[in-house]
Every structure is written in structure tokens, then in C-alpha cells.
């Protein structure tokens, strides 16, 4: 059974840094889209930034320069680097994983960026960014 664990959230001022981890197990990590969401009170579920098998790299227009997501394939875990905060980026960040579908034109996979396209899911750790 696939298991997403986040760790890492909590409070900081605004300009402040986090590093969010994400234990992956269950699943291939290796061979699976992997991907960082957030929700804050009162608004849909968005993504912030996501990873394929090959370690292509793709980011929301309000997190790209800030944020840095990677993963470890040897101990199965994803990061997302969080640098200059602002409190608009307070919200519950989860990770989430899927297998995605095979390109016909390149190699690696199409990773979807909507929370539709994630199957898998953690139960989010709460990040805090205090003016």
C-alpha cells in the first residue's frame, strides 16, 4: 500500500525559509510522477511545483525562483526548498505521486499538473508565513 508522509512545515517570518521532506513508500518512487500542492482556508487545492522520472522539473508562475523541488531515488524521499516566503504562501502543502502516462515523443513520462492527475496523497504539513 503506497504511503506519502510529509514532514517539515511550521511557522517563519515573511523572507524566512522552510524545507519541506516527503517519504515515499509502496510505490516505485523511481518511475512515478511526484509532485508538491497546497491549499489554503477558503481556496481550491493548486499546484506548486513537480518532478518526473527523468528529473524534469516544473513550477507554478508564483513559486518559480523561490522554490526548488528534488527528490532522493536512493531513500525514496521528495523535497520542496522554500526560500524568500511570503504570507500568501501560507498553506497545507502535500505531497502527491502517480504513475503518469508514457510520451509517444520523448522519453519519460507526462506528469499532469492538476491535484485530478495525482492519485496518491499525504495528509499534508501546515506551513505559516507571519508578516
Known amino acids: 500500500q503506497a504511503q506519502l508522509e510529509e514532514s517539515g512545515g511550521g511557522s517563519v517570518h515573511a523572507g524566512g525559509s522552510l524545507k519541506l521532506s516527503c517519504v515515499v513508500s509502496?510505490?516505485?518512487?523511481?518511475?512515478?510522477?511526484l509532485g508538491w500542492f497546497r491549499q489554503a482556508p477558503g481556496k481550491e487545492r493548486e499546484g506548486v511545483a513537480r518532478?518526473?522520472?527523468?528529473?524534469?522539473?516544473n513550477y507554478a508562475d508564483s513559486v518559480k525562483g523561490r522554490f526548488t523541488i528534488s527528490k532522493d531515488q536512493i531513500n525514496n524521499q521528495l523535497y520542496l526548498q522554500m526560500n524568500s516566503l511570503k504570507p500568501e504562501d501560507t498553506a497545507m502543502y502535500y505531497c502527491?505521486?502517480?504513475?503518469?502516462?508514457?510520451?509517444?515523443?520523448?522519453?519519460?513520462?507526462?506528469?499532469?499538473?492538476?491535484?485530478?492527475?495525482?492519485?496518491?496523497w499525504g495528509l499534508g504539513t501546515q506551513v505559516t508565513v507571519l508578516s
Open positions: 518532478i518526473d522520472d527523468r528529473g524534469r522539473t
Open positions: 502527491a505521486a502517480d504513475k503518469g502516462r508514457e510520451s509517444l515523443s520523448t522519453p519519460g513520462l507526462l506528469c499532469g499538473s492538476t491535484p485530478d492527475d495525482f492519485s496518491t
Open positions: 509502496g510505490l516505485p518512487f523511481a518511475d512515478y510522477c
